[in-house]
């Protein structure tokens, strides 16, 4: 059992090392690192993808595939001065979900999708605390209340799917905290949510450990959130610790070179100045975008979703207009739109050309000029097809005339614009970070030299220090082809080292448009000072 006299030190990790065995070799994940969290405090662990981060924290949890996952002999990880590393599962059940909670990354993927939420929460209060049914369910009306969803106690019954990305981020904190644990363990909380539910998010968290007194480790790449939030903070990279101290100490003078590195990725500063008197590429006005939602028996429609609701928008050559917006605010159907991926209504003028009505084969002879990079690079690319083959397949489209020796240097030309070495173009995706891929993704776009790229959240799957430099490839691209970019972001630090002009959508809606710059300065609306303030402002650790 555990000790009942709480030390100040409630975590203490030292010398912990983790291999993973593969047929091929031993993967050193986890390299003898050594950090404590004291009662009440917040510690974050911070590292690009692979660092180490995740593993670390299943290593506290015990979750990794033992035996293929192994520690070395002198690794510890001691809870209230209990050794946890090499205990059997009957003991851990006890400590999981009682005394040492875990909000995981993706919420969707963690939640059970055949069970209701009630049954998904009330689980944790019967195992953990032998609850009887109603002694359950007054004990989930408790916790939704804590993590302020009131309205879910009328939809006990609701599953994962019926829920937006927030409720389900909230439904899994509620989860963590059902046995008032003493530790926290906050993978990625805020990784898929936007700007607004973020903040909400994390004062949420901040408010629910002071009330309870909680340690919290919190996982993540975002620095704005760890300067804000995190009391100690360890910065991670290829399975090592290479710099630790208080939050405030490291973010004012780091002394690791990556730190430094890192800590000087945060996207900042604004746009450059475009050129005057630019064409118009594209000037969309009075779009619309409706879905049928209801239909009568006979096949009326009565009712619609009306995700773009008569919006103007007007790209200049070499000018970028950012796009921002909660999810579901009509952000990426404008782009669609915009390049009849989608039908609509209203005028499309493309080079003084109405495209609007034009229907597939009018549209074909243009699709080469009207470009997009999707958000996730990884979904977009096909896993069957190589680099080379994936970039030079709208060339045999656009390019018919082109030989294979010509359709090849113009895929080792993409490959040199984005920064990646031609060589490279006969693997697979899969072979290629999250970055490179980005890259590839924007090569595909590249090849068929387009004057309109619509870009659909390009960075929100990035780390931070990736999210700069494919910012800088982009305009590096932009200054040398005079591209037109509509810019889709939810993330406001990039938005605004990107774009000129700025659009801010609610509900299908434009809230608030103009220079970028200005609104930034001085946003009119009360929904983009909201939006702005979640963004770039997220309210200062209480402690601090």
């Not at 704005?224 to 991670?236: R, T």
């Amino acid at each position: 059992m555990l000790q009942d006299n709480k030390p100040e030190l409630l975590l203490d990790v030292k010398n912990l090392s983790v291999d993973f065995k593969t047929p091929e070799r031993v993967f050193h994940a986890v390299k003898n690192i050594s950090f404590n969290i004291e009662t009440g405090k917040t510690m974050a662990l911070v590292g690009e993808s692979g660092s180490g981060k995740s593993v670390t924290a299943l290593s506290i949890m015990q979750l990794l595939p033992y035996p293929l996952a192994s520690h070395s002999s002198d690794s510890s990880i001691k809870f209230n001065n209990e050794e946890l590393v090499g205990k059997k599962d009957n003991f851990m059940r006890h400590i999981r979900g009682s005394q040492i909670g875990m909000i995981f990354q993706e919420p969707m993927t963690a939640l059970n999708p055949l069970h209701s939420i009630e049954r998904q929460i009330g689980e944790i209060l019967r195992l953990h605390q032998k609850m009887s049914e109603d002694e359950a369910r007054n004990r989930v009306y408790e916790l939704l209340d804590m993590v302020q969803l009131p309205m879910m106690k009328q939809r006990l019954n609701a599953y994962p799917h019926e829920l937006s990305g927030g409720q389900r981020q909230r439904v899994m904190i509620a989860m963590a905290l059902a046995n008032d644990p003493e530790l926290l363990i906050a993978d990625e909380p805020t990784t898929a949510l936007d700007v607004t539910v973020q903040a909400e998010i994390l004062e949420l968290l901040e408010d629910l450990q002071t009330k309870l007194k909680m340690a919290m480790l919190l996982i993540t790449h975002d620095l704005s959130i760890v300067e804000k939030f995190a009391d100690d903070v360890c910065i991670m990279k290829h399975g090592e610790i290479l710099e630790s101290g208080h939050a405030k100490s490291i973010f004012k003078n780091p002394t690791h070179d990556y730190s430094k590195k890192l800590l000087g990725s945060i996207p900042k500063g604004t746009a450059k100045s475009p050129k005057k008197n630019s064409a118009s590429i594209i000037h969309g006005t009075n779009i619309k975008v409706h879905f049928p939602t209801k239909k009568t028996f006979f096949g009326k429609v009565t009712d619609w979703v009306k995700a773009v609701d008569g919006i103007d928008v007007e790209i200049k050559a070499g000018h970028t207009v950012g796009v921002v917006g909660e999810s579901g605010s009509g952000k990426s159907t404008l782009g669609y739109a915009l390049i009849r991926l989608l039908n609509g209504q209203g005028k499309i003028d493309y080079e003084g050309n109405d495209i609007s009505t034009f229907n597939r084969k009018q549209m074909t002879p243009l699709r080469s000029d009207l470009q997009i990079v999707f958000q996730d690079p990884f979904s977009a690319l096909s896993p069957r097809m190589s680099i080379a083959d994936i970039i030079g397949e709208g060339l045999k489209v656009h390019h018919p005339d082109l030989d294979t020796e010509g359709r090849d240097k113009r895929v080792v030309k993409a490959l040199e614009d984005v920064h990646l070495d031609p060589t490279t173009r006969h693997r697979y995706p899969h072979e290629f970070s999250g970055g490179q891929r980005q890259r590839v993704a924007i090569a595909r776009a590249m090849v068929l030299q387009p004057k309109f790229v619509v870009l659909d959240e390009p960075t929100s799957a990035l780390d931070v220090s990736v999210q700069v430099e494919i910012i800088d490839l982009l305009r590096e691209l932009q200054e040398k082809h005079d591209l037109a970019y509509l810019f889709i972001s939810h993330d406001l630090r990039v938005i605004r080292a990107m774009a000129h002009d700025l659009v801010v959508m609610k509900n299908g809606k434009v809230v608030e448009s103009g220079k970028a710059e200005e609104i930034f300065k001085n946003p009119k609306e009360t929904y983009t000072q909201t939006l702005l303030e979640a963004a770039l402002n997220l309210k200062a650790k209480k402690a601090a």
